[in-house]
């Protein structure tokens, strides 16, 4: 069933047969509807290249799509003065942006390095750490944690992570959801889990720290 309304047409001529675009017109356009619904997940593939990762600018392509979708979503929330056809009322019509924060989210990252020589590798294994974009009006930009370096891989070639994914995600659900930092945890009956036994790599998960990239 495809949502369909006044509010969710081609805000961007230019981005055609782009399925995570569609997606996002019709979260722009529940958005518009005001029936307090607070989040919302698309979701777009292709991304699991373990060989041939840029053969035919495969890669570059597919980011592409996530900025060309991102970007004419964003255009949308930002439009103010929209006028409905006649019937339609209920619809929030003027500029949504400073309501809303779009979030990246991947569960691995890739290596840094082709996982093996040749016209069929040339491709790149699951990686532990993932850069992730937070996009707002209310959004504090910029790098949040330590720029990576290329001299400073890890046993895998993956870059080392800044953030734990708990506080990631936690800094969204406290400062963007209002939950209370004191459900989010770690611990039992909390959101997150502590796992205070290190890793293969050192590291333990004991407590939750929110990030700037959200104020309180």
């Not at 698309?42 to 053969?55: I, K, L, M, R």
């Not at 504090?140 to 994914?165: A, I």
């Not at 770690?186 to 290190?198: C, D, E, H, Q, R």
Request: proline share 6%; glycine share 12%.
């Amino acid at each position: 069933l495809v949502y369909s309304s006044p509010l969710n047409q081609e805000t961007n001529p230019g981005v055609v047969n782009n399925g995570l675009a569609e997606d996002l017109r019709h979260v722009a356009a529940i958005i518009r509807s005001n029936v307090g619904a607070r989040f919302f997940h698309v979701a777009t593939g292709g991304f699991d290249t373990h060989s041939n990762q840029e053969d035919g600018l495969y890669h570059s392509y597919l980011l592409n799509r996530v900025s060309e979708a991102i970007g004419a979503f964003w255009g949308d929330m930002k439009q103010s003065g929209i006028t409905l056809p006649g019937g339609y009322t209920g619809y929030e019509t003027d500029e949504m942006a400073s309501r809303v924060i779009i979030v990246t989210l991947s569960e691995f990252g890739r290596t840094n390095r082709q996982n093996a020589a040749g016209a069929n590798a040339a491709g790149t294994d699951h990686g532990r750490s993932s850069p992730q974009f937070v996009i707002g009006t209310t959004v504090q930009g910029g790098v949040h944690g330590t720029y990576p370096s290329l001299e400073d891989l890890e046993d895998n070639n993956d870059l080392p992570m800044s953030f734990d994914f708990r506080d990631f995600y936690g800094t969204i659900l406290e400062r963007w959801l209002n939950v209370s930092a004191s459900d989010i945890g770690p611990g039992i009956g909390k959101l997150f889990a502590s796992t205070p036994v290190p890793d293969e790599y050192g590291d333990t998960y004991t407590a939750y720290t929110p990030i700037p990239f959200l104020l309180p």
